[in-house]
T-cell receptor
Framework: EPEVTQTPSHQVTQMGQEVILRCVPI?????FYWYRQILGQKVEFLVS????????KSEIFDDQFSVERPDGSNFTLKIRSTKLEDSAMYFC?????????????FGEGSRLTVL | RKEVEQDPGPFNVPEGATVAFNCTYS??????FFWYRQDCRKEPKLLMS???SGNEDGRFTAQLNRASQYISLLIRDSKLSDSATYLC???????????FGTGTRLKVLA
């Protein structure tokens, strides 16, 4: 069964460092997402990506965040200068049909711990 | 009003019980509705899509009430393995974005 894969599963970093989280979406999907979940809180939308550009982003997704699809298979989330409050589980998801009925399929997540 | 609202629970039910969760959404133009299941510290996994006519998958039944803007999930004959957090997910109309509720925690007790 096709699946979304994410690496690393856990990353520990110092405040102010750059972090790149990687995702390989399901191969025939066209819509890609990053969500995050702070421990004990709800799953929050960060950004959606379609046709090689950002289609929506949330207020959380400020200038410290960027996404890229560098090679047609990987989909990355970069946090330029991490803050303590960036500590969370980051989930990548992909969908075949975007916000028009297509289910989201999630990777297992990357846990980011900022010290 | 929150975009997607759920009772956080927990709902503690004995094995074999029937339990139902509701989820309300604020935007009447939303078209896509889903129930996801999330185990502790794991990714959300699709449980079922919710169709206008309602749909059933084994012990699970989902309903949509557009007039009152809520969706429901009914679990019959609860199993211990049903213990998890159930997330309501609704699309944000005119966007590719999906909004998650806070989730309803279910504990099935032996």
């Amino acid at each position: 069964e096709p699946e979304v894969t994410q690496t690393p599963s856990h990353q520990v970093t110092q405040m102010g460092q750059e972090v790149i989280l990687r995702c390989v979406p399901i191969s025939n999907h066209l819509y890609f997402y990053w969500y995050r979940q702070i421990l004990g809180q709800k799953v929050e939308f960060l950004v959606s990506f379609y046709n090689n550009e950002i289609s929506e982003k949330s207020e959380i997704f400020d200038d410290q965040f960027s996404v890229e699809r560098p090679d047609g298979s990987n989909f990355t989330l970069k946090i330029r200068s991490t803050k303590l409050e960036d500590s969370a589980m980051y989930f990548c998801a992909s969908s075949g049909a975007g916000g028009r009925g297509g289910e989201l399929f999630f990777g297992e997540g990357s846990r980011l711990t900022v010290l | 009003r929150k975009e997607v609202e759920q009772d956080p629970g927990p709902f503690n039910v004995p094995e074999g019980a029937t339990v139902a969760f509701n989820c309300t959404y604020s935007n009447s133009a939303s078209q896509s509705f889903f129930w996801y299941r999330q185990d502790c510290r794991k990714e959300p996994k699709l449980l079922m899509s919710v169709y206008s006519s309602g749909n059933e998958d084994g012990r699970f039944t989902a309903q949509l009430n557009r007039a009152s803007q809520y969706i429901s999930l009914l679990i019959r004959d609860s199993k211990l393995s049903d213990s998890a957090t159930y997330l309501c997910v609704v699309n944000s109309p005119g966007t590719y974005k999906y909004i998650f509720g806070t989730g309803t925690r279910l504990k099935v007790l032996a």
